[in-house]
């Protein structure tokens, strides 16, 4: 039988123009200066879709750019993967809409899956199923996320870290030493309450009731129908779960830590990223950061990291890339790149 | 293999001052989470660090719900076998 592997060949991504920035911050809340909100998230801005801009708009304004570049023939395209959680209605499948928008064939599978944090290294490895067992020859994967419609402009606990974007990954069959390698995954449905919309879906509808809302001990305002994070919460499972992933990939990979190049985590916030680093002794120097203009994106964060060591040129054939995604859910996953 | 963690009872008062911005006079078993302004939820996060860093078994949910006091910190560091002598 005739190997090839699933390649990452093309990626680019999306922001929407709206902007929110530390200063747009420090006035409304009145508490933290734009600088402290620096220093306390290593953020500056983060984009903000419009009020009719869903999820699918960035993820095709993504797709288009690959297009335009001639980076990607929609006619080549077998199977489309998008990853949100925020799709434009209950049903039908936003993956399907998308297919129409981007004129892909007909002939192309397309779902949706609803992941967060850890949804671009389970779109890889879905994709690498697909590929490798010659099911698709190009997968396109789309991560698109609009937290900001989910967010309660007077909680600053989510307004100041979350924000909007989508990437489009390409992924084709190649022959050769790059592509991708060994998947691991988790979850733990107990952290489910931690980071959560509690309504909107069938378990708990929304009423006005659900509308109301409350302070917490914090001075943060929501109600039942917008994001809650316990970020303490949040940070412990990620503490726990990062470096218990790393050394599981490395050993199911025959791996050392010398051997990866660069180490891809899912940009939660500065102070997670800091201590993930410290906790787990790895070398500041092959952990990127690309947060600080754009905050964290959710399931595009990984890509956004990756197109900047592309276009940066801090990436190069033969690299090899840990990616580890981790969050909502719980649910975590990591993944080996060979570029 | 605790022994590589462990700190005294002055080493703990020192970390959570520390991560508190205060002076080490300041930091009694009666200081809070509400009576100091600065163990805001960035200084909650560090403390959960410097305890999971301490600690040989995981540390939980429960756990860092109750971290809200140094007396309720120095109790956890001696129950989990965190303080040394």
Redesign the interface.
């Known amino acids: 039988m005739h190997m090839h592997k699933a390649v990452i060949s093309a990626l680019a991504s999306y922001l929407p123009e709206r902007v929110l920035t530390n200063k747009d911050l420090a006035a409304q809340f009145g508490t933290w200066t734009a600088e402290q909100i620096f220093e306390?998230t290593g953020i500056r801005s983060r984009h903000r879709a419009g009020p009719d801009e869903c999820a699918s708009d960035l993820a095709v304004k993504a797709a288009q750019k690959l297009i335009d570049s001639g980076r990607l023939d929609p006619q080549e395209v077998d199977y489309l993967l998008f990853c949100t959680q925020a799709p434009d209605h209950y049903l039908p499948t936003t993956a399907c809409l998308i297919q129409d928008r981007l004129k892909l064939p007909r002939s192309c599978g397309a779902l949706d899956f609803n992941l967060g944090c850890s949804g671009y290294v389970y779109g890889l490895s879905l994709a690498k199923g697909l590929i490798e067992s010659s099911q698709a020859r190009c997968v396109l994967l789309l991560t698109a996320e609009t937290y900001s419609k989910y967010i309660n402009s007077k909680d600053r606990?989510v307004c100041t870290v979350f924000g909007d974007g989508a990437a489009a990954t390409v992924l084709r069959a190649a022959e050769g030493a790059a592509g991708l390698d060994q998947f691991i995954f988790g979850s733990d449905g107990r952290g489910g309450r931690n980071l959560i919309v509690q309504t909107g879906g069938m378990r708990c509808q929304r009423t006005e009731e659900t509308a109301q809302e409350s302070t917490d001990a914090?001075g943060n305002v929501r109600s039942a129908n917008d994001l809650y994070m316990n970020?303490?919460?949040i940070?412990?499972f990620a503490?726990?779960a990062v470096p218990v992933t790393i050394n599981s990939l490395l050993e199911k990979a025959g791996l050392g830590r010398d051997d990866i190049d660069f180490f891809v985590f899912h940009q939660a916030t500065r102070?997670m990223l800091d201590?993930l680093v410290r906790?787990c002794k790895l070398p500041p120097d092959r952990v990127p950061y690309a947060f600080e203009m754009v905050g964290n994106t959710v399931s595009s964060t990984i890509p956004l990291v990756l197109e900047d060591l592309i276009l940066s040129g801090r990436i190069k054939t033969g690299h090899r890339l840990m990616l580890v995604g981790f969050g909502v859910g719980y649910s975590w996953a990591g993944g080996i790149v060979r570029w | 293999m605790w022994e590589n963690h462990g700190m005294t009872y002055e080493e703990l008062r020192q970390q959570i001052a520390e991560i508190l911005e205060m002076d080490l006079t300041e930091l009694t078993e009666q200081t809070s989470r509400d009576s100091v302004a600065t163990w805001d939820s960035m200084a909650a996060l560090s403390i959960i660090s410097l305890l999971d860093d301490a600690c040989d078994d995981e540390i939980t949910s429960d756990d860092i719900g109750r971290f809200i006091s140094f007396r309720a910190i120095v109790e956890f560091a001696r129950n989990r076998g965190i303080l040394k002598g």
Do not use: A, C
């Open positions: 306390k606990s914090d970020g303490r919460e940070f412990l503490i726990q102070y201590e906790k």
